[in-house]
């Protein structure tokens, strides 16, 4: 497709369901970020692919959050015993390049709600 | 760490009012990135400044990056009930394979009609 695909949009989860997010990112683009968006906050960095490698993952919460993009397309964001502290949008994003100057292109974002 | 400040958080200005939100990184910046959120949407690419004192503009918007890259501002002439949302700076960390954005929070951006 035209642009980053994410599902679902919407996820209510009971506290201790595990979770599991999709990102389908621009076809060819290199690049793929998670963020975590609170209500009124800014996007909060989360991990980075550069094609199926995970280089930075230093913003996942905890150890409970795991991400993986294994042929360096599609990504997916897993969430195991879901807490309520972790409801949020989940945003993903991509871009062409490291250092392109087409910046990210988000989806529309996942919004998880943990009950 | 790297932090990046924005304000205002909030602005709220009669329909043909300017508006400005400015940005203030504590390290040097490789680049910085401006961004748009409309209410219930997500993050949409307006324009990336990469050198010292680079001005650019689109239409009614105009973007600068400060001389020292720690600083950037973005200037709209004559809002518009168009222009409502959330607009974010980010700035991008230096050379390498991992080009993490570190983001305001953002200025929001309320239009009297």
């Known amino acids: 497709g035209a642009g980053v695909s994410q599902s679902p949009r919407y996820k209510v989860a009971k506290r201790g369901q595990d979770v599991a997010l999709r990102c389908d990112p621009i076809?060819?683009?290199?690049?793929l970020f998670w963020y975590q968006q609170a209500l009124g906050q800014g996007p909060e960095f989360l991990t980075y692919f550069q094609n199926e490698a995970q280089l930075d993952k230093s913003g996942l919460p905890s150890d409970r959050f795991f991400a993986e993009r294994p042929e360096g397309s599609v990504s997916t964001l897993k969430i195991q015993r879901t807490q309520q502290e972790d409801s949020a949008v989940y945003l993903c994003?991509?871009?062409?390049?490291?250092?392109?100057?087409?910046?990210?292109?988000f989806g529309s974002g996942t919004r998880l709600t943990v009950v | 760490g790297q932090q990046v400040m924005q304000i205002p958080q909030y602005q709220h200005v009669q329909e043909g009012e300017d508006f400005t939100t400015y940005c203030n990184s504590s390290t040097t910046l490789s680049n910085i990135q401006w961004y748009k959120q409309r209410p219930g949407g997500h993050p949409v690419f307006l324009i990336q400044l990469v050198k010292s004192g680079e001005v650019k503009k689109q239409k009614r918007l105009t973007f600068q990056f400060g001389e020292a890259k720690k600083n950037s501002s973005l200037h709209i002439t004559a809002t518009q009930t168009t222009d409502v949302g959330t607009y974010f700076c980010?700035?991008?960390?230096?050379?390498?394979?991992?080009?993490?954005?570190?983001w305001g929070l953002g200025t929001s951006l309320a239009v009297n009609p």
């Open positions: 980010a700035g991008q960390e230096g050379a390498g394979n991992n080009r993490k954005l570190i």
């Open positions: 994003a991509s871009s062409l390049a490291p250092g392109s100057n087409y910046g990210y292109t």
């Open positions: 076809s060819g683009h290199v690049s």
